[in-house]
């Protein structure tokens, strides 16, 4: 695939030694996107590829990285799409990166700006979101009347940090008391919650 890129008369491409990934594509600052790139002729001899793929996935840790792949190339006479899902059905077990199917050589540099543009909205949208521990959101749950107010919510998630920890203060008589100062009337629903016994399946 590089080799096709340098000879396209079209796009003219700087050669650099790169020892894991053969385009950084910039994502904001002090971030780049590494991306392989990898045609139809390559998977010939999957050896090559995987192990250009796993020295990169485990270098970044799996984060930013990506394959472009050509789908049809002059020096392969397989099918394309074929290989394509060769390629994917290899990476399935072991690694997650995306993989950019691309159709011609000069169609490189607009296939790349439109993904880029996607990661980096995918990107923000992402941490736009804010993140709950998994732990936190459970202990709003552990009580006979379905979920706390959000107040109680709140004043609960200072008080305990996990559910072991509710768990004790709502079966120790120091607990108990303690959540009957802080939460008031909703101590009770938390506390009997946690005389019953549940049985899941």
């Known amino acids: 695939m590089p080799s096709a890129l340098l000879a ?3 796009l003219k491409w700087e050669e650099k030694k790169l020892e894991t990934h053969d385009l950084a594509i910039p994502l904001g600052p002090q971030k780049n996107l590494l991306l392989i790139l990898l045609a ?12 250009r793929i796993e020295r990169l996935y485990h270098q970044t840790g799996g984060g930013q990285v990506g394959i472009v792949f050509l789908v049809q190339d002059a020096i392969s ?10 390629l994917q059905a ?18 490189l540099q607009s296939t790349i700006l439109k993904f880029q543009r996607q990661f980096v909205l995918s990107q923000s949208s992402a941490e736009a ?16 009347n379905g979920t706390l107010p959000e107040h109680t919510r709140n004043v609960l998630s200072d008080i305990v940090h996990s559910i072991p920890e509710l768990s004790q203060a709502a079966t ?30």
Request: proline residues 7%; contains cysteine; hydrophobic residues 35%.
């Open 129 to 144: 979101i804010p993140s709950v521990n998994p732990s936190i959101a459970l202990l709003f749950h552990c009580t006979v």
């Open 8 to 10: 396209s008369k079209e």
């Open 90 to 107: 290899s990476l399935l077990p072991n690694f997650e990166m995306p993989i950019i199917p691309l159709f011609t050589a000069t169609s």
């Open 77 to 86: 006479r397989e099918n394309g799409t074929h290989n394509l899902m060769r």
């Open 40 to 51: 139809s002729a390559d998977i010939q001899c999957p050896g090559n590829y995987m192990d």
């Open 172 to 201: 120790s008589r120091d607990g108990q008391e303690c959540l009957r100062g802080y939460l008031k009337g909703h101590a009770e629903e938390t506390i009997e919650f946690w005389g019953h016994e549940y049985i899941i399946d």
